[in-house]
């Protein structure tokens, strides 16, 4: 055997040896940490094959159902769809294809990690990407969803374009787009609501179906009364309180409702919804003059150093 005394810490070292060296407890050895190897590769590769498929939705067949959970071969490996994660009390058939949101994948001891779900908010996010052409070219952009797998969903929309309906183009005419997406979610129902910066807006818009009145906002602790017409409270609050779940859900906001009558009785200072609305007008009408200011000033700005880098030039020259 020769050795290399120069050779340094990454250099290959070759060591000849010869087979009939080797013990049958080698051959087990070498043959165990192959078979080891083999295994952390086609887990690296499963990994790999669908790190980028994070967060989007994939097509698979039912191949088995226990108790717990619904198995789906989704191609290269069988993920276990939980009882939790179904929509409601959905039920499949084996070799039934379905759709599910790949909402993680990672690494663990035991193998590749694939967490599926079609009970979470990205699940009915892509469905809505898939299913408005708005949406999916950025036309019309989800701010946020609140959901309830199998019972309700409210899903804020909103637009740039003043001159795009984001509630009508995620319907669609006769209510054919949000019809596809409800085909595919069984008996939940969806609730579209426009999204508004003004806190006091927003509310009225999430409690919907209710007819709001007015909102009285705290700022210093995220709370608001909304006001409701009379014989409206039970339609804000839900069945089962799930309307005002959501709503405040989706705001982000705590939210209390009276009846107008009881509102008054109690004395309760609130912006009327005209207001709200004259409000958010004033509130982009102020953003757009500043955007022009803005914009004018750039010019401005841009012209007097055109005008200094010339007359240097000239300077120079001279």
Not at 10 to 35: C, M, R
Not at 44 to 68: C, F, H, M, P
Request: glycine share 6%.
């Amino acid at each position: 055997t020769r050795t290399n005394k120069d050779a340094k810490i990454g250099d290959d070292f070759f060591k000849k040896i010869e087979l009939d060296s080797f013990t049958k407890q080698d051959a087990y050895k070498f043959k165990a940490i192959l078979k080891q190897k083999i295994k952390e590769a086609e887990k690296a590769a499963i990994v790999d094959a669908y790190s980028d498929k994070q967060g989007e939705l994939i097509s698979g067949v039912v191949e088995k159902i226990t108790d717990n959970s619904t198995f789906i071969n989704i191609g290269r490996v069988t993920v276990a769809l939980n009882n939790r994660h179904k929509i409601g009390d959905e039920t499949f058939t084996v070799g039934q294809t379905i759709k599910v949101h790949l909402s993680e994948v990672s690494s663990a001891v035991g193998g590749p990690q694939l967490q599926v779900s079609r009970a979470d908010s990205g699940f009915l996010r892509r469905l809505f990407e898939a299913e408005i052409t708005e949406i999916y070219e950025g036309y019309v952009e989800i701010k946020d969803i609140a959901r309830e797998a199998g019972e309700r969903s409210k899903v804020s929309v909103y637009s740039k374009d003043r001159n795009i309906d984001p509630i009508g183009a995620c319907i669609g005419q006769a209510g054919t787009k949000i019809q596809r997406i409800c085909q595919q979610i069984g008996r939940e129902k969806i609730d579209i609501v426009q999204y508004h910066e003004l806190p006091g807006l927003f509310i009225a818009e999430a409690l919907k179906p209710a007819t709001v009145l007015g909102v009285a906002v705290n700022n210093e602790n995220k709370s608001a009364i909304a006001v409701v017409k009379d014989g409206d409270l039970r339609v804000a609050i839900g069945k089962k309180g799930i309307n005002v779940l959501l709503a405040v859900r989706l705001t982000g906001w705590k939210i209390d409702i009276k009846e107008l009558t009881t509102a008054l009785q109690e004395h309760i200072a609130y912006t009327s919804l005209d207001e709200l609305n004259r409000q958010e007008e004033e509130m982009i009408l102020s953003r757009q003059r500043d955007e022009i200011v803005k914009a004018a000033q750039e010019e401005s700005n841009n012209v007097v150093e055109s005008v200094e880098e010339k007359e240097t030039e000239e300077a120079n020259e001279d």
